[in-house]
């Protein structure tokens, strides 16, 4: 696996409630950001030149520091948080 980055420390963690018929309230109890709290996305060189880009459920920011490394897409698609 290329383009995997491990970090040393504790992973990120987030806790929360559901309630509601459907399970769509949603109650945030505890959310510790830990080594994702200084995290930069970096792009392999072999990833820069991808045709289609999916970005999922990361904050918008870290998503245009993708967005920013990547030559040309024809189709980009992002999930936000």
């Known amino acids: ?11 990120f963690r987030w806790t929360a409630r559901y309630s509601g ?5 949603r109650e ?22 991808s045709r289609v880009i999916f970005l999922s459920n990361i904050q918008p920011e870290l998503q245009l520091e993708v967005l920013d490394q990547v030559d040309k ?3 980009v698609a992002c999930d936000t948080i």
């Not at 696996?1 to 992973?11: A, F, I, Q, S």
């Not at 018929?21 to 309230?25: F, G, I, S, Y």
């Not at 996305?41 to 820069?48: D, E, I, T, W």
Request: glycine share 8%.
């Open 73 to 75: 897409a024809d189709f």
């Open 21 to 25: 018929v459907r399970l769509e309230e």
């Open 28 to 49: 945030t109890l505890d959310t510790q950001l830990n080594v994702f709290a200084g995290f930069h996305p970096a792009l392999p060189p072999a990833y820069r030149n």
């Open 1 to 11: 696996m290329r383009g995997l980055e491990v970090l040393r420390g504790k992973t």
